[in-house]
């Protein structure tokens, strides 16, 4: 009996207590204005992603050693678009061409160095410890806290202590002409464990900066952004000419579509990244580049069954997930926007945009209680996002907390 009795306490304590977590974590009730909410719109967050260049290199793989892709005249309109005042003492043009000068000779790639510099310095907007007068474009000597590092007489010798200090890490050969990296010989003698043993730019990640997790990476995807063509007359006359010469025939005819695509040419964007699919059918770039093209020219279902087919190659194409959720969203097929931007968070879990998304599917079936639910994890995640905000500050006028 005594044992029954217990037995009976225990139960209840649990009910009790699962009853009390109930509660503290029920959210307060809320009261929608349906009249209201009949007379506003929310506006559907824009497609994500920019046009993707062919990269075949793998990030993982590409050696800090060998010649350039991009060309000085993509360097010098990459570090302009992003700085157009650089706080150099020199031009942009000389600069990009002292890196070359200085990376060629020692075997380095001038155009991912010239990356690594944007990166250290903010594309030369400074803004850190080191100051321009530095002539300091890679934070050598830099510890934090206040310690400016080195000072170099002329961005030609920072440009060359650069070179010089990627050319400690990846080769035991010395430089072709005096050393000015004043790390060279510590590197050499106080840290045999990376001196000339470290080939790609991701093993530069936690040996340059600390912690550097991520650094490599940071680098190449700035090479890659510089090496996208813009809408000028040598774009197009540069991609004409991969096309003619070039073995690589899908890679080229994508970089055509690029071009068109900064010119607005959807239609004959739409062509090349054709053409190259018929030299490689599941190049994810090129289906990628068509799909966005397709929905410039108005052609939403054709899109989605390009997104179709990216999908069906690489199901972990957030990006994908999220436009051909759009596209739905804006044919009105409600569940299959909702399932495909979920897909899409699954992958990457911030994403305010997708969850605003969400809330407009649900918003469109008069869901209500489910839409404002989508509406503030959006704005949990972001409280600056444009449409987030907007679509958040119209739904709330239409909401009463009950007490």
């Known amino acids: 009996m005594k044992k029954f009795l217990s037995l009976a306490l225990i139960v209840t304590l649990i009910l009790s207590l699962t009853a009390c977590a109930d509660a503290a974590e029920k959210k307060p009730k809320v009261k929608f204005n349906k009249g209201q909410l009949k007379k506003i719109e929310l506006v559907t967050a824009p497609s994500e992603g920019m046009p993707m260049i062919v990269l075949r290199e793998n990030y993982s793989d590409v050696p800090i050693m060998g010649e350039a892709v991009a060309s000085q005249a993509q360097m010098v309109n990459f570090i302009k678009k992003r700085n157009p005042n650089p706080k150099l003492n020199c031009t942009v043009e000389q600069l990009v061409h002292l890196y070359y000068v200085e990376a060629e000779r020692e075997g380095i790639r ?49 440009a060359r202590a650069h070179i010089q200090h990627l050319l400690s890490y990846t080769s035991k050969r010395p430089p072709k002409v005096e050393i000015v990296d004043p790390r060279y010989e510590l590197i050499q003698k106080f840290r045999p464990q990376i001196f000339g043993k470290l080939t790609k730019w991701t093993d530069l990640n936690g040996v340059w900066a600390v912690p550097g997790n991520h650094y490599g990476e940071d680098i190449l995807n700035l090479w890659m952004q510089a090496q996208m063509p813009d809408a000028s007359e040598a774009s197009m006359d540069a991609a004409n000419l991969k096309i003619l010469l ?44 068509l799909a966005l093209a397709q929905e410039n020219t108005r052609k939403p279902e054709t899109a989605i069954k390009t997104y179709d087919e990216l999908l069906r190659i690489d199901e972990k194409f957030a990006i994908a997930w ?65 449409v987030v905000k907007e679509n958040y500050e119209k739904f709330a006028a239409c909401v009463k907390v009950k007490k």
């Open 110 to 158: 001038p155009d991912i160095a010239i990356c690594q510099a944007i990166k250290e310095t903010g594309t030369w907007a400074y803004g850190g410890d080191v100051i321009p007068e530095q002539n300091n474009f890679c934070g050598l000597g830099t510890t934090g806290g206040g310690v400016k590092g080195a000072f170099f007489d002329t961005p030609q010798l920072g």
């Open 322 to 386: 999220y436009n051909r959720g759009r596209l739905k969203l804006i044919q009105n097929d409600f569940k299959g926007a909702i399932k495909d931007f979920e897909s899409s968070l699954k992958i990457e879990t911030i994403n305010a945009e997708a969850y605003n998304n969400i809330a407009v599917a649900y918003f469109k079936q008069k869901k209500y209680e489910d839409a404002w639910n989508f509406l503030q994890k959006a704005a949990e995640q972001s409280t600056t996002n444009p």
């Open 246 to 289: 070039e073995d690589d025939k899908a890679a080229a005819y994508v970089y055509r579509g690029l071009v068109n695509m900064e010119r607005e040419n959807f239609y004959g964007a739409k062509e090349d990244f054709q053409e190259a699919l018929k030299i490689e059918p599941e190049l994810p770039e090129a289906l990628f580049d």
